[in-house]
């Protein structure tokens, strides 16, 4: 399979305690996204990245919130000292640069985050 | 910044029916229209989009919709089959593509053999 992984699935956590989540974009995609979507809700924008140069952060982005991508390849986003509002669904995207004839953005399936 | 409204939150529908959804958007530099599927435990899908340079688009049983003038854009499926039961996201962009886009609330669709 060739879309964008996202690891792992599910994830529960006490409350305070750290997590991280990876995301592998397709390959030829140098566009990468972090959105969080809660319950019945649409997802809301987190993050960007174009190869390894993060070019945007929304508010939502607190400073327990951290994302990378070292190589421009995979990305990670840590939550540290977990909260219980944190608990949603972290989706990951990739997609082509602007100027390519198809820059759509495909998602992965997400991770879970549930803090108890 | 943008903010994207989507109706009806919630949509049954009887098989073979037709099935719209609404959504308004208040950025006015938006150019960039996407529509999502999302079943259950998946991510978006994409399936279908249109660009502020034409006014609507078709493919197959969908098509979308778009009025610069009012912010309104609008997705349409013909003919709705039990596998399009699903949550449908509208979302704008300004970036011309696939950047910074902003969701609506969802619509849940069901369709009713």
């Known amino acids: 399979d060739t879309g964008v992984s996202q690891d792992p699935r599910h994830k529960i956590t006490k409350r305070g305690q750290n997590v991280t989540f990876r995301c592998d974009p397709i390959?030829?995609?140098?566009?990468l996204y972090w959105y969080r979507q809660t319950l019945g809700q649409g997802p809301e924008f987190l993050t960007y990245?174009?190869?390894?140069?993060?070019?945007?952060k929304s508010r939502l982005l607190s400073d327990r919130f951290s994302a990378e991508r070292p190589k421009g390849s995979f990305s990670t986003l840590e939550i540290q000292r977990t909260e219980q509002g944190d608990s949603a669904m972290y989706l990951c995207?990739?997609?082509?640069?602007?100027?390519?004839?198809?820059?759509?953005?495909?998602f992965g399936q997400g991770t879970r985050l549930t803090v108890v | 910044g943008e903010n994207v409204e989507q109706h009806p939150s919630t949509l049954s529908v009887q098989e073979g029916d037709s099935a719209v959804i609404k959504c308004t958007y208040s950025?006015?530099?938006?150019?960039?229209f996407p529509w999502y599927k999302q079943e259950l435990g998946k991510g978006p899908q994409l399936i279908i989009d249109i660009r502020s340079n034409v006014g609507e688009k078709k493919d197959q049983r969908i098509a979308v919709t778009l009025n610069k003038t009012a912010k309104h854009f609008s997705l349409h499926i013909t003919e709705t089959q039990p596998e399009d039961s699903a949550v449908y996201f509208c979302?704008?962009?300004?970036?011309?593509?696939?950047?910074?886009?902003?969701f609506g609330t969802g619509t849940k669709l069901q369709v009713i053999p």
């Open positions: 979302a704008a962009s300004d970036s011309g593509g696939y950047q910074k886009v902003t």
């Open positions: 995207a990739s997609s082509t640069p602007p100027g390519t004839q198809n820059t759509e953005a495909f």
């Open positions: 990245f174009q190869n390894e140069a993060q070019l945007e």
């Open positions: 390959s030829e995609h140098n566009r």
């Open positions: 950025d006015s530099a938006s150019n960039y």
